[in-house]
Every structure is written in C-alpha cells, then in structure tokens.
DNA sequence: AGCCAGGGTCTAA
DNA sequence: TTAGACCATGGC
C-alpha cells in the first residue's frame, strides 16, 4: 500500500503547493465555522454578503440577526452565527493578539477550543493549523474516505492521524499544504465515483475499486 | 427531485 | 458511548 509520504508526494506532484486558506486570521476562523458541513461555494457567496472586511471587533458588534443574514447561504445560520461570535469573544481572551495565542501550548488551546459551543474537533484542528500555525493534521470527511479507498485499516481518528503523519514532517506548513491537497483531490475525484478511471491514484485504489464492482 | 456539502449538539437507550 | 434526529441553504 502506498505511504503517507508516498501520497504526499503524488498530490504535490499532481496539484502543486496549496494557496492556504483564504482570508486573514479572523476570516480564517469565521469561515472555518461557515463551511462546516457545507460547500465552499456557499462560504464564498456568503463572504460577498459582507459590507466589509471582516475583523474580530466587527463580527462582536453585529447584531446577530444581521451576521445571521449575512451566513444565510451557508445553513445552519443560527448555530453558526451564534458560533463565529462564540469564537471571537474566545480571541478577545487574548486581546485579538495572535503572537499570545500561538504562546500557549496546542493541546491546551485545543481543549479550550473544543468547550466552545459549536467548535468540534475537526473545526477546531483547522484553526489550531490555519489561523495559529500549530503542527495539527486536520482528519475530515475526505481523508478518512481517501484513506478508506487507499485501503488503510484503521478504525479510529488516533489510527488515521498515526498513518497520515508517519514519514512526513511535523511542520504546520506540510500538514496545512497536505490537508489542502487531499481536499483537492476529494473534491475533484473521489466525490465522483465514474472519474476513479482518471484519478491520478486510480492503480493506488485499484483493489477498492474492484471490491466495489464486484458487490 | 432528491441527495448531500470540508460538522456539531442533543437525546435516548 | 453510540446511533439517530436535527439544524438551513444551495448546487447539481
């Protein structure tokens, strides 16, 4: 089976660095929460909405009626509007200071993260890695189905996180550039299952692909 | 027309 | 502790 390393590699190869994600540190986060369950088109036509650039302060002083309007095309608006200003209260903790939050340990911003109502792990991986540059490999729907079709065996989060980062750096760089090819991937491949004869790791998923047709 | 998106919370058993 | 309902909207 091909390794971790040996994937990051293929993708790299196939869809070069990655942009990041969009936005600064603020923008980062609320559509961190935005996208939740969502495409990302809807959190692109819903960051149009905004009259301006969003920042912390802005976001606390909205009305929430008005930030829930502005969300509507994402879903889930109430929820989610009542979490991007949950979040941004948490950033207030720290005087909107990025350089105190990165001082804190990452497991303990995790916890603090995770008590958050409507912050689960995977949101909440995203802003340790994206908005704070910690060393989080993020585990979403797309990687675990990756893993799955690669035929990776193992069963829990802990097991998917120990085989995605065995042989690979531990740079927030590398899991930030290797979270976003795996989505690239997924989005373009394994969403479709009729594209897996053009899929770039079609010989990697081979023996999936087979157990599938025969069932 | 229905299915499902880069989830998370709550409740019931 | 785990499965299932629920949250809302838009793209395809």
Redesign the pocket.
């Known amino acids: 089976m091909l390794t971790s390393k040996g994937l990051y590699d293929r993708l790299l190869a196939t869809y070069g660095p990655s942009e990041g994600?969009p936005g600064n540190r603020v923008t980062m986060m609320a559509?961190?929460?935005m996208?939740?369950?969502?495409?990302?088109?809807?959190?692109v036509?819903a960051m149009e909405r905004f009259p301006q650039e969003l920042t912390a302060q802005y976001l606390l002083a909205l009305p929430i009626e008005e930030l829930?309007d502005y969300i509507?095309?994402?879903?889930?608006?109430?929820?989610?509007?009542e979490?991007i200003q949950t979040v941004m209260a948490w950033y207030g903790r720290y005087d909107f200071d990025a350089a105190q939050v990165e001082a804190v340990p990452q497991e303990r911003l995790r916890q603090e993260l995770?008590a958050?109502?409507?912050?689960?792990?995977?949101?909440?991986?995203?802003i340790l890695l994206?908005a704070f540059h910690k060393p989080v490999f993020?585990l979403?729907?797309?990687t675990r189905r990756l893993l799955s079709r690669l035929g990776g065996t193992a069963q829990t989060d802990a097991e998917r996180r120990v085989w995605f980062t065995a042989g690979v750096p531990e740079a927030d760089k590398v899991y930030a550039d290797y979270?976003?090819l795996l989505?690239e991937h997924?989005?373009r491949y394994c969403?479709k299952r009729p594209l897996c004869e053009e899929c770039p790791l079609r010989e990697a998923c081979a023996q999936k692909i087979q157990e599938e047709k025969s069932s």
Do not use: S
């Not at 509507?72 to 509007?81: E, Y």
């Open positions: 994600w559509t961190a929460v996208v939740q369950n969502t495409a990302w088109t809807a959190v036509r829930m509507r095309p994402c879903g889930f608006m109430r929820r989610k509007a979490t995770l958050l109502k409507g912050i689960g792990e995977e949101t909440a991986d995203v994206y993020v979403d729907a797309y979270h976003w989505l997924g989005k969403k």
